[in-house]
């Protein structure tokens, strides 16, 4: 079992920033894949950004990129999002997920645990 639970949602006017957090405990988080996905109302899933159980590789999505920054501290079992220059599309209940793959990728079937989400609220 793994449990994981996001926080650092709210409500920020465009071109402001957030930080997400995403504790995780139960299986070993350090060989984990790690990823953000997220949905907004009337839309399907989407992913956001993954990071490499080292954290030396990540992946973003075209929408994020050069904005958002993901990371990992592994010592505190943790995972972030840094989302900068934030626009009202970006608004949408963000979710981490854990994959037992270490090296997971984009695609929502790799990871078998997720958060009950964060909500990210971003106004024009």
């Known amino acids: 079992q793994v449990q994981l639970v996001e926080s650092g949602g709210g409500l920020v006017q465009a071109g402001g920033s957030l930080r997400l957090s995403c504790a995780a405990s139960g299986r070993t988080f350090s060989t984990s894949g790690m990823g953000w996905f997220r949905q907004a109302p009337g839309k399907e899933r989407e992913f956001v950004a993954v990071?490499?159980?080292?954290?030396?590789?990540?992946l973003y999505s075209d929408s994020v990129k050069g904005r958002f920054t993901i990371s990992r501290d592994n010592a505190k079992n943790t995972v972030y999002l840094q989302m900068n220059s934030l626009k009202p599309e970006d608004t949408a209940v963000y979710y981490c997920a854990a994959s037992p793959n270490p090296r997971s990728r984009s695609s929502h079937y790799e990871y078998d645990y997720w958060g009950q989400g964060t909500q990210v609220t971003v106004s024009s």
């Open positions: 990071i490499s159980w080292s954290g030396g590789s990540t």
